[in-house]
Structures are given as structure tokens and as C-alpha cells.
């Protein structure tokens, strides 16, 4: 227990320390205030130059990922370190399961990958506390679990980005007609379109999917649409180096609609019935 404290502990205290870096560098973090060429419509993103860091912190009233209901009101931070188009993130969930508040649910995300020309690889690494930090058994239900994805964004100009993930180890078991544990390969495909709007407003929208029987839809039948994801953000400029977000949003999960469609009725003590979610996130960010 006292290892998961200290551990909490060191994941916290980094974030004041990449405010701090980021008030006294004086490197310039990308050369993005250059201007791109005007009749590039495709891979007009700048070089990274030098060291890059960045972070946030949000408070919100659910954690809804990939068409899941993961947890009820929570915090959330969020670091990042980098050098020329790689990086090393750390994301952190402390929150609970459910509205109850019975439950307490951490969790500690790592992911290294190298994002450049609008293409980031990343491999993501996921632990829930309810097992030791190196254990990657093929669990059912709990456990580590490593996932490999790839995000390909056209241009700022056209921000349509499409996503594929598939988890490679633990976390991802089903038993199949002959009683064997059977690992799925869980794999999801989001395409999303973000719209910037006067006012510092954006608009995002996005369709989520399940290829084959996975964890998406608990291991039963095949290809499903499994989100509607809909939110919009606004920010605000607190000075040079913060700003503050405000973000709605709305997430619907057709897959179990059409399975139970009394999933779309309001549990306030299970949230993890429904198919309709929603969530309101309030937070600050390193600029």
C-alpha cells in the first residue's frame, strides 16, 4: 500500500515541476508560430524544435472512454515530455466507480511514442492497482494490460483523424465453446473531425468501432458501432503559460442499445447500464 502511496505521490508532484520548467526555459517549444505554407493543405505541421513539455489537470462528473462507462466523478492529470517528436506521457484517473462513492478507482496510464508529420505511434501502458505494477496475466476481468496504437491526423487545416488500437497483452480474455481462455486482440477504430469555432469554441465529433469480438462489447458477436462520442470545449486565456477548459459532452453506445434498450434509461446508482452518458469537465492547462 505504502508503494502505491509513494508512487501517487511522485506522479502528482510532477506536474508542478513542468509548470516551473516551462516558466523559466527559454527554448522555444516548436516552431509552430511559423507560418505554414498557404497551398498545403495536407502534412502542414512544424518540426518540433528542442525540448517540449506539457500538461493539464480536469475535474469531471464521469469517466466515459470509448464508449464505456469507466467511473463516476474523478480528477485527472496529465504530463508530457519530449524531444524531437518523441515523448513520454504520464495520465493519471482518481476517482470512483460509481455514484455511490463506495468504490475508489485509480489509475496510472504511461505511454511512449513519436509523433511527427500528423502520424503518432504510441504504446500505451495501463494500470488499475488491483494487481502488482509487472503482472501481465491474461486476466478477464483485472489486471495490467499494454495496448499499441496508431492515430493519423490529415492537417490542421482538415483535423480529421482517424485511430486504431489493439491491445497486445493482459486484460483481454473471453473463454470460448471449448472452455479455453482465448485472448481477443481487442481492437477499436474512432474516426473524428474536430471544428474550430469563433469565440476560442471547438466542436468534436466522433464514431467509434469494434472490428471483431472484443472487450467492446464483452466479448460477444462481431464488427459493432460502439460510440457516438459529441462534445464542445471552450477555453480561456489566463496568461502566457494557462488557460482554463470547459468541456460537454455527450456519448452514446448504439452497440448496447440494440442489445438491452432499457440501457438507455437513467441508473444513477449503475451508471454502467446506460448507453447514453454524459459528462462535464472543468480544467486547467499548460499553454
Known amino acids: 500500500m505504502m508503494k502505491k502511496v509513494i508512487t501517487l505521490a511522485l506522479c502528482v508532484g510532477v506536474l508542478p515541476f513542468l509548470f516551473n520548467a516551462r516558466v523559466c526555459a527559454q527554448e522555444t517549444k516548436t516552431d509552430s508560430e511559423q507560418q505554414p505554407k498557404e497551398n498545403r493543405w495536407f502534412d502542414d505541421y512544424s518540426k518540433p524544435v528542442g525540448f517540449t ?19 463516476a466523478a474523478n480528477i485527472q ?24 462513492f463506495r468504490t475508489f ?11 511527427r508529420w500528423g502520424v503518432n ?8 492497482f488491483n494487481c502488482g505494477f509487472f503482472d501481465f496475466a491474461n486476466y478477464a476481468d483485472k489486471g495490467n494490460r499494454l495496448e499499441l496504437n496508431l492515430r493519423y491526423t490529415l492537417s490542421s487545416k482538415i483535423p480529421l483523424s482517424i485511430l486504431w488500437g489493439t491491445r497486445v497483452s493482459a486484460a483481454d480474455g473471453y473463454i470460448d465453446a471449448n472452455g479455453n481462455l482465448k485472448r481477443a486482440y481487442s481492437s477499436y477504430l474512432e474516426i473524428s473531425y474536430t471544428q474550430a469555432l469563433p469565440y476560442d469554441l471547438s466542436l468534436r465529433g466522433a464514431l467509434g468501432m469494434t472490428p471483431w469480438k472484443s472487450r467492446y462489447t464483452s466479448f460477444r458477436g462481431d464488427f459493432a ?7 464542445l470545449r471552450k477555453n480561456w486565456t489566463l496568461n502566457k503559460y494557462l488557460g482554463l477548459m470547459l468541456k460537454g459532452q455527450l456519448m452514446i453506445n448504439p452497440y448496447y442499445i440494440s442489445e438491452d434498450k432499457s440501457s438507455v434509461e437513467w441508473h444513477p446508482k449503475n451508471p454502467g447500464n446506460q448507453s447514453v452518458n454524459a459528462n462535464l469537465t472543468f480544467g486547467v492547462f499548460l499553454k
Do not use: C
Not at 506539457?54 to 466515459?64: E, F, I, P, S
Not at 515530455?81 to 455511490?100: A, E, K, P
Not at 458501432?225 to 462534445?231: W, Y
Open 53 to 71: 513539455y506539457d500538461g493539464k489537470a480536469v475535474l469531471q462528473t464521469a469517466y466515459l472512454w470509448r464508449g464505456q462507462y469507466s467511473g
Open 77 to 100: 492529470l496529465d504530463a508530457s515530455v519530449g524531444y524531437g517528436g518523441l515523448y513520454f506521457n504520464m495520465w493519471w484517473n482518481i476517482g470512483v466507480t460509481d455514484w455511490t
Open 225 to 231: 458501432v460502439v460510440n457516438i462520442d459529441i462534445s
Open 105 to 115: 478507482q485509480p489509475e496510472v496510464d504511461l505511454s511512449l511514442g513519436f509523433n
Open 121 to 128: 505511434l504510441y504504446m500505451l501502458y495501463v494500470h488499475n
